[in-house]
């Protein structure tokens, strides 16, 4: 809406100009979400985006959008978020970057040097492929359907972690469980309770494969999960509804 407000004929650089306008944008959504997660009701996911098979296809990419790779990015200033992205994923020079966040380039090379270093040492260590990923989905969604605690058992990490997003609107997990089994057995005790109509729907979400959960047939969460050395070593499951506008449509991705 604010480039269509835009008189090009006074812009001398289109594609610069978009970009600090998208920029400044972001900048000002992040400042906002970083003060409503301050009186946040447990956990605070990424909203999960449904995305197309071939974003996996870009490693970069598809980890930029991963739920992992975006709990990470949720660590850094807004400020250090933004050069990140415009440097690591869109490969914008210093000096382009400096002009959509309004800081100097010697500081923007400062910014990215401290932003890589925190991202480094946050980040997923194992890369594991999307066929590998799917793999592992499709034996958890078995194993959470048939209730095989066993099956689980085998395919969970033994120190993963499970988050729930809820915001307080829908029953969820109010800080992070940890262990495969107490994962596990919240797991088969809490999600095949009789009298309910639980479906699983493997879909590409965020760049990976990830489960639509239904209740009764209504779109009820969206659950991710982060796979090295074909273990689950994090599982995140969405609930909020306002968290899940994105969830019934695909969105276009590319670089």
Excluded: C
Excluded at 38 to 56: I, K, M, Q, R
Excluded at 196 to 221: A, H, K
Excluded at 222 to 247: K, Q
Aim: neutral net charge; glycine residues 8%.
């Amino acid at each position: 809406m604010r480039w269509a407000g835009v008189d090009l004929a006074t812009v001398r650089e289109e594609r610069a100009y978009l970009v600090r306008i998208v920029t400044r944008q972001a900048l000002d959504r992040l400042r906002v979400l970083g003060r409503r997660k301050e009186s946040y009701v447990g956990p605070w996911l990424p909203e999960p985006l449904l995305t197309a098979p071939d974003v996996a296809e870009d490693v970069e990419l598809a980890e930029s959008v991963s739920t992992a790779m975006l709990l990470v990015s949720e660590t850094l200033a807004p400020i250090e978020r933004a050069v990140f992205v415009l440097r690591e994923v869109f490969d914008l020079d210093y000096e382009e970057i400096a002009a959509a966040v309004g800081k100097s380039a010697a500081a923007v090379r400062q910014i990215a040097h401290r932003a890589r270093g925190h991202v480094a040492a946050r980040r997923p260590r194992g890369v594991t492929s999307p066929a590998e990923t799917r793999a592992v989905i499709e034996a958890f969604q078995r194993a959470v359907e048939t209730g095989d605690l066993q099956a689980l058992l085998d395919i969970l990490a033994p120190d993963v972690v499970a988050l729930s997003d809820g915001g307080g609107v829908r029953h969820a997990l109010l800080r992070p469980v940890v262990g495969a089994a107490v994962v596990a057995r919240l797991l088969t005790s809490g999600w095949t309770r009789r009298g309910v109509d639980r479906s699983f729907e493997l879909i590409q979400v965020n760049g990976s494969p990830g489960l639509l959960v239904w209740l009764n047939g209504e779109l009820d969460g969206v659950l991710t999960a982060r796979v090295e050395n074909g273990r689950v070593m994090g599982i995140y499951h969405v609930r909020n509804p306002e968290r899940l506008s994105r969830a019934g449509h695909e969105t276009t991705m590319s670089r």
